[in-house]
């Protein structure tokens, strides 16, 4: 059988953490035998730090798995949260004083980012995250200056939010607008396959 596995925001989050402890399961997915768990997960919040990515890794290294992270640009649900500790659920660079840059959030698998703009209609950009970006200080500050790019969207959310335009907010996070956007990408994304995109990841 093939495993496939796929939610949106919560369930994003769920689908994740359920792959990798399937794919880890000798019994859900044998040794020797060609079979994967595939994760499908649209606007999904962040699941865990480093070392959660780098279990990830690894199944995906062993052909156990594959995962494919559909997030809006201007969803603020895919930026949060930073760090475990409720203090800094806001704040990156509390986050990175209190517990270093390996206590933040990470995300996983094969990412597609989608971005709609008035004048270019909807972009789409492919990516995968560095296997090796958690390794010393430098790298740690180098994540947070990632992460702190990323709080720019989360900031704009934030103040529509105050400004209370909820609509807009729950817009970005919809599963009309994500449908909206693939359909937009649709021609793109058919050209290439999962296996294709993890045999290259960008």
């Not at 494919?68 to 895919?78: F, G, H, K, P, S």
């Not at 660079?93 to 996983?108: I, S």
């Not at 209609?121 to 958690?134: F, I, T």
Request: proline share 3%; net charge neutral.
């Amino acid at each position: 059988y093939a495993l496939y596995v796929t939610g949106h925001s919560l369930g994003g989050a769920l689908a994740t953490i359920c792959g990798v402890y399937a794919a880890a399961d000798d019994t859900m997915v044998p040794k020797g035998i060609a079979s994967k768990v595939v994760v499908y997960s649209i606007a999904s919040p962040y699941c865990g730090n480093w070392k959660f990515r780098q279990v990830h890794y690894e199944l995906e290294r062993q052909g156990r798995l594959q995962h494919l992270r559909i997030a809006n640009q201007e969803d603020m649900v895919t930026l949060l949260p930073f760090a475990a500790p409720k203090a800094t659920f806001l704040s990156p660079a509390l986050a990175a004083v209190r517990g270093g840059g390996g206590n933040l959030y990470k995300h996983v698998g094969m990412q597609l980012k989608l971005h709609a703009s008035d004048k270019q209609g909807v972009q789409h950009k492919l990516s995968y995250p560095k296997e090796h970006d958690c390794e010393d200080e430098k790298d740690y500050r180098r994540e947070l200056g990632h992460t702190l790019q990323s709080g720019k969207y989360l900031l704009q959310a934030v103040c529509r939010l105050l400004k209370t335009d909820f609509a807009t907010v729950e817009k970005h996070h919809s599963c009309d607008e994500y449908e909206r956007r693939l359909e937009a990408v649709r021609d793109h994304l058919n050209s290439k396959t999962l296996d294709d995109l993890y045999e290259s990841p960008a």
